[in-house]
């Protein structure tokens, strides 16, 4: 099975940044679109960004401006820079794969916590 491993998480003050990182193993990572989601407590799981096997990102409205996701193929990790932080972004983040080839499969990391409390 593919492995995604998500750290990076942490509790940081309003304003504050930080970076998250998942890694993939068991598989070729260029195949995979990426995506980093989250989900508060008991709310539904909404995608934070995207990022395709060409280097395209696309973000949430709640996010724009704000985060950054990005992808080293060399080192199969995929990021997500999050800057001005504010309490509404409290949640697990997840990891998500999908592979671009046939047949297609989807892949979830264990999540990592991002508490952003004053």
């Known amino acids: 099975q593919v492995q995604l491993v998500e750290s990076g998480g942490d509790l940081v003050q309003p304003g504050g940044s930080l970076r998250l990182s998942c890694v993939v193993s068991g598989s070729s990572f260029s195949i995979y679109a990426m995506g980093w989601y989250r989900q508060a407590p008991g709310k539904q799981r909404d995608l934070v960004a995207s990022i395709t096997n060409g280097g395209s990102a696309t973000y949430a409205d709640s996010v724009k401006g704000r985060f950054t996701i990005s992808r080293d193929n060399a080192k199969n990790t995929v990021y997500l820079q999050m800057n001005s932080l504010k309490p509404e972004d409290t949640a697990v983040y997840y990891c998500?794969?999908?592979?671009?080839?046939?047949?297609?499969?989807?892949?979830w990391g264990q999540g990592t916590q991002v508490t952003v409390s004053s």
């Open positions: 998500n794969a999908r592979r671009t080839l046939l047949p297609a499969r989807n892949y």
